[in-house]
């Protein structure tokens, strides 16, 4: 059975990029254009992974980590944040929140098919 | 144009009370002592004498105060003017701003719209060319694999083919050479048949000096001719089945040839065939194995250039998220432009302690490596911070 990743992301393109990226490696993927739209989509089945960008209306990367870390279903789901920030401050909040992942972009796809490989691994 | 100074204006308001107190003062001492016509012809005198230097005075000041006013009245209109210039230029700066701000956030709009369907069309294309590979590949492996390699096979299977027509046509040959071996048995036969015949003659001829000679013997010799007819007639039967067994071996031995010689020919062209065939069912088969060898190049050249292409799709996939990065650079520019004119409006100026915190607030708005690089060293090429940082920190 495929494995479920949901991209968080509010760039269309982005989104567009991960899924397309996703979809031909097998994987089954779902996205949102940010955190309160991930939450509201986290009830739709069981998710293997989150893929997230940082800054997002509504609400950022790091909030809906927090969130999802208090959510029992998806206490261990391994999180990537997506995001063009790069601050030493933020990437160390990531972990101290949770993440499994920090990821810069623009990314390439080969890159994120690495990645998302090694957290599911 | 001079402003009229305040001293100035208190020596004249000065002026104006000393001349009133003077005036006063004649007045007074004028009706307190009643004195002679000669004193109110002085006091006229020098009343009227006040009243003119008070008058010319007054005439002087009232000219150098309306002087001073049209001064005034024109350096407060030119103040005023001034005012309202700069009032009008401060609403202009917003307006121009919001006008700016509006339209970076129609490109930014229009940006993300056309980056966001490239970016589509390119990864849909990315897939595709993914699909091409993966077929390109397949049939790499089943023209390269030895295995299965289509030619070779299909010349293995020709040369049994060919194999089993040489087969077939050595047993034809072996036929022409029964046949040869048949012909010439019937040869001697016929051969031995004919000596079987000239021996019936032979004792045919026997017979009769036989039967001559029991003829002379008389009654002695009359059983004795019996013997010699006897031997006359079975050597008699004996030539003819000679003579009918010559005729038959005879159309035997011909048939043979003729069904010999027609296999012999018959052979000869299946050989010329073969070898014809042969030859042009090997030369078929090195064209079909050149035709594999090229087609197998050409499919690896397809590879190799799908592969790059697929590389190339990348990048371009990559370099289109730059696009996020370029909007959400847009979008802190505008949202430092709005916080400028939101200054300007509340403000009416731009102070230092303003503008400070608006670049603290832009500063704190940023995301990116590089536009806080920019920020703090604007003098420095901006490009030499538009790097990638292409990495990924596992916690």
Known sequence: MAKKIMI???????????????????????????????????????????????NMPNMDGLSLLKKVKEMGQYRFTPFLMLTTESGADFVSQGKQAGAKAWMIKPFKPEKLINTVSRILA | ???????????????????????????????????????LSLSSVLITSALLAVTLRQRHLTAKVILDCEAFVSYSNEIQEHCEVELHNTESIAAILETVINQVYSIKTLGNDSVSGLTLQFSELRQALNNTIESARGSVENFGDDKHCFAKQSQEELNEVLHSLR?????????????????????ELTEQTKSIQKISKEITLLSLNASIEAARAGEAGRGFAVVAERVRELSDITSEAAELIIEKMNGLTNAVADNTEKLTESQAQDVTLMDDAELHIRKVLNEMATVANELTQSVHGLDDTASKIKANVDDAITDFQFQDRVSQKLEHICKGLTS?????????????????????????SYTMKEERECHVSTTENTSQHDHVEDEVTFF
Do not use: W
Not at chain 1, 39 to 53: P, Y
Not at chain 2, 180 to 187: C, G, L, N, P
């Open chain 2, 1 to 39: 144009m001079q402003i009229l100074p305040i001293n100035e204006l208190k020596a004249i308001y000065k002026y104006y009370i000393s001349a009133a107190v003077l005036l006063s003062l004649v007045l007074s001492l004028t009706l307190l002592l009643s004195v002679r016509v000669d004193i």
């Open chain 2, 167 to 187: 087969v077939a046509l050595g047993s034809k040959l072996e036929v022409v050479n029964s046949n040869q071996a048949v012909s010439h048995a019937a040869k």
């Open chain 2, 340 to 364: 400028l004119v939101s200054l300007y409006r509340t403000e009416g100026e731009l102070g230092e302690e303003g503008l400070a915190a608006l670049q603290q607030e832009m500063f704190n």
């Open chain 1, 8 to 54: 968080v992301d509010d760039s269309a393109s982005i989104r567009q990029v991960a899924k397309m990226t996703l979809l031909a490696e097998g994987y089954e993927v779902i996205d949102a254009c940010d955190g309160l739209d991930a939450i509201n989509k986290l009830d739709e089945g069981k998710i293997n992974l989150i893929i997230s960008d940082l």
